[in-house]
């Protein structure tokens, strides 16, 4: 997708090119303000000192900020890349390896581990890609430079400093997202705050390093959401012609019963069958897939405020189960790409001259600027958007 840059940042990023000295001596006023505010908050001078030696601003995190994919990519792309076979064969894999973990957070906190799963899968790979900023660089440029939200972020900061001081995770390990996100499921540090828990008894809270604390953490989180054991988080569903898509809507709930009585089936028919509420989820309008989704869905859902985010982890969770995908089309006639397809794309366009970098199925700037030329070739609006037209088009 085309990258949004809001005025402020152009400013900032002019300023940080044109004049330097100006832009550090903003910086490191900025830090020292934050410097007595962390003291008031118990944070010693020597941990502020130390987390933050040697520290500069990133401005590249602004971009990141107004970019988020759950929020601007169609959903079929954003679900074709979090749960394609390839993360459902490595979850597989991680889910035997971490088993005897997965059962005790299960049994703890009366959570699916296929849910637990799904989280840390869709958050970092199964610790594969666990980020690799600075939290503490992060967060200082999101707080000093931020067009919004900077409160929210001077709060993760304080967090942070408070990790530090308390020797919970080593500050050199303290990497992540952009955000400030980290660990194998990708805790704000004022959630790990909150939330984490040991689960490897070795009296710490490591979720870094430690699968078994990631993994009952995670669990916590989703307990203390509204996690409802034995409740399913919801499944597709067929609805009939007569739908109005506005009754639809994660907080409209009503009884399976009245939705059965309205005429929703299970996606293979069979009848809605149980004696809870559930809303219904149209992630691509009235024609696309249709979903049922129970209070648990909403506990997933709170994880990161977004509802593709959501399906994409109650999605992979129930593949993991054994269950198979989603059966009802999505409304497009360009087909998303997996993670493997998306590497192929990536390939092709390398042999026909593009320089896109590593074929790592990750669509940079690099290959979204190749695959706009492509689609000019081909006569569909360039967008950018690694489809099924365009790497049929290359392999051809």
Same mark, same amino acid.
Request: a positive charge; one cysteine or more.
């Given at each position: 997708?085309?990258?949004?840059? +809001? ?47 040697? +520290? ?10 107004? =970019? ?38 299960? !049994? ?16 970092? =790979?199964?610790?594969?890609?666990? %980020? ?26 304080? !967090? ?9 995770? =080593? ?8 955000? %400030?996100?980290?660990?194998? $499921? ?10 984490? +828990?040991?689960?490897?008894?070795? %009296? ?21 959401? &509204? ?21 639809? @809507? ?9 939705? !059965? ?12 069958? @149980? ?9 691509? @309008? ?5 979903? /049922? ?32 995908? /989603?059966?009802? !089309? ?19 366009? $390398?042999?026909? &001259?593009?320089?896109? &970098? ?8 690099? $290959?979204?600027?190749? /695959? ?5 070739? /081909? ?8 489809? &099924? ?8």
């Amino acid at each position: 997708m085309k990258r949004i840059i +809001v005025p402020a940042l152009l400013s900032l990023v002019a300023l940080a090119a044109a004049a330097p000295a100006s832009a550090q001596a903003d910086f490191r006023s900025c830090l020292s303000g934050l410097r007595g505010q962390a003291a008031a908050k118990g944070i010693s001078g020597q941990a502020f000192d130390v987390a933050t030696r040697g +520290v500069e601003p990133d401005l590249t995190i602004l971009d990141l900020m107004n =970019n988020q994919p759950e929020f601007k990519t169609p959903i079929w792309d954003y679900l074709a890349a979090l749960v394609d076979e390839e993360r459902v064969q490595d979850g597989r894999g991680a889910m035997g390896q971490w088993g005897r973990a997965l059962a005790a957070a299960e !049994a703890r906190f009366g959570v699916d581990r296929h849910a637990i799963a799904g989280v840390w899968g869709v958050e970092s =790979n199964f610790g594969k890609d666990i %980020g690799g900023r600075s939290l503490v660089q992060s967060l200082t440029t999101l707080v000093c430079y931020a067009p919004r939200r900077n409160e929210y972020f001077k709060g993760e900061l304080m !967090a942070t400093l408070k990790i530090v001081q308390d020797g919970d995770i =080593n500050p050199a390990n303290l990497r992540g997202s952009w955000a %400030g996100a980290f660990g194998h $499921t990708q805790f704000m540090p004022s959630t790990f705050q909150r939330l984490a +828990v040991d689960g490897d008894g070795d %009296g710490r809270r490591d979720i870094m390093n430690s699968v078994p604390d990631a993994l009952h953490s995670t669990a916590n989180f989703l307990k203390k959401a &509204g996690w409802v054991n034995g409740l399913p988080w919801g499944y597709e569903v067929r609805l009939p012609e007569s739908f109005k898509a506005g009754l639809a @809507g994660r907080k409209n709930k009503k009884p399976l019963s009245a939705w !059965a009585a309205m005429g929703v089936t299970r996606i293979d028919g069979r009848p809605l069958q @149980g004696d809870y509420a559930a809303g219904i989820l149209i992630p691509a @309008g009235i024609n696309g897939p249709a979903f /049922i989704v129970t209070k648990n869905f909403d506990a997933v859902y709170s994880y990161n405020a977004a509802e593709s985010y959501g399906l994409a982890i109650a999605l992979l969770g129930d593949r993991l189960k054994g269950q198979p995908g /989603i059966r009802t !089309a999505w409304p497009t006639d360009d087909p998303p790409l997996s993670r493997a397809e998306r590497r192929e794309l990536q390939r092709l366009l $390398t042999a026909r &001259g593009y320089d896109v &970098g590593e074929p790592d199925g990750r669509v940079g700037s690099k $290959t979204r600027e190749a /695959i706009k030329d492509v689609e000019r070739r /081909i006569g569909l609006e360039p967008r950018g958007r690694p489809g &099924g037209k365009v790497l049929q088009a290359l392999r051809g």
